[in-house]
């Protein structure tokens, strides 16, 4: 571990950054954007994080959520040539003639439209006329379920994790972005193949459904936020317009996939830990070491007072309180309230 950086080198720092000693947030801040002008702010490593992760990454993330849905559409349905989606004439009364017989429940399963979908969730589980209620809590439940996962899936990137040390200290570690990006990236992955499973078990169908929900918003969100930080301010509109156009684009091969392949059943080594996370952690020759990688990948050199940055970048962090962070405030608390109620 570097030792901690002194006063000389502080006030070196202060001079470099024309940032007021007093306010060491916005100073570390400031400080960290000028590291990032120096290793390169928009090249060859950020092109290739941006294209793979923002673009690609979302696009796959909104395709993978809306292929569901039109995988739990209802195609129209009958019985033999009647026009009744869910009745149909006793036939077991030969005797009567008269067209008096009364209507009663399909007997013999129904034939679907195929002209769209050769197989639904709906059709092969026949969840129509009197089972028709498992799809809305197929569709009610999963989304529950996934606004609460995702709030746990959101916050592992930040989750604290406290051991107990030698010298009964606590000491506190954080899992990150990549392993966030890992596991959203694994739900949609192993949790699609269970959903093609499940569904003869309507629980297991409703929680598998709900991973994949869950997964959604974190992985979009964990691609963008390395994206932006490791982007220049100028230029974060720009990243933020690619991400969401990928997103549109990802729900419009949704259908496109679903139309390729209309049977439902048929339906990360290089991304970067956030630099400045791992200086907050106390990690600094790994978030020094990323800084050098995107140095290098653009053809540039990381500054000499970059390590000094991301000790103070480290010594000005806050420590966060969990899920009651969300309470921190009214304005954080009304977002997240409003971003809940539009999920």
């Known amino acids: 571990m570097e030792k901690d950086i002194g006063n000389g080198e502080l006030q070196a720092l202060k001079e470099r950054t024309g940032i007021p000693e007093s306010n060491t947030k916005t100073k570390a801040s400031s400080a960290f954007e000028e590291v990032l002008e120096a290793i390169g702010s928009r090249g060859k490593f950020q092109t290739r994080l941006n294209i793979v992760f923002v673009c690609f990454a979302s696009c796959f ?33 030969v005797t009567d003639f008269g067209g008096g017989r009364e209507p009663v429940k399909c007997q013999h399963g129904w034939e679907y439209d195929d002209t769209w979908f050769s197989l639904t969730v709906t059709s092969q589980m026949n969840w129509v006329c009197d089972n028709q209620q498992s799809v809305n809590d197929v569709l009610f439940y999963s989304q529950i379920i996934g606004v609460a996962l995702g709030l746990l899936l959101g916050y592992i990137g930040d989750m604290c994790h406290l051991e107990m040390q030698a010298e009964l200290t606590l000491a506190d570690a ?15 992955v192993v949790i699609r193949v269970l959903v093609v499973l499940s569904p003869h078990v309507l629980p297991l169908f409703i929680l598998a459904v709900s991973l994949v929900s869950a997964a959604a918003g974190p992985l979009k969100e964990s691609v963008l936020s390395v994206g932006l930080e490791l982007t220049d301010i100028k230029h974060r509109t720009a990243v933020n317009r690619y991400a969401c156009c990928s997103m549109a684009v990802g729900m419009m091969l949704a259908g496109l996939v679903s139309w390729a392949l209309p049977n439902w059943n048929y339906s990360l080594s290089w991304f970067p830990e956030s630099p400045r996370w791992l200086a907050c952690r106390g990690r600094e020759q790994e978030a020094l070491a990323i800084l050098r990688r995107i140095a290098a990948t653009n053809g540039s050199t990381a500054p000499p007072f970059a390590l000094q940055v991301i000790q103070t970048v480290g010594n000005s962090k806050t420590d966060r309180r969990g899920f009651l962070g969300i309470f921190s405030s009214w304005n954080v608390f009304r977002n997240t309230v409003i971003l809940i109620v539009a999920r």
């Open 61 to 93: 993330d909104l395709m993978s959520v809306n292929v569901f849905y039109l995988a739990m559409q209802t195609p129209d349905h009958w019985e033999g040539a009647l026009f009744s989606k869910c009745l149909m004439y006793d036939q077991s009364d």
């Open 174 to 188: 954080r899992y990150g972005r990549r392993p966030q990006q890992l596991l959203c990236l694994s739900a949609h």
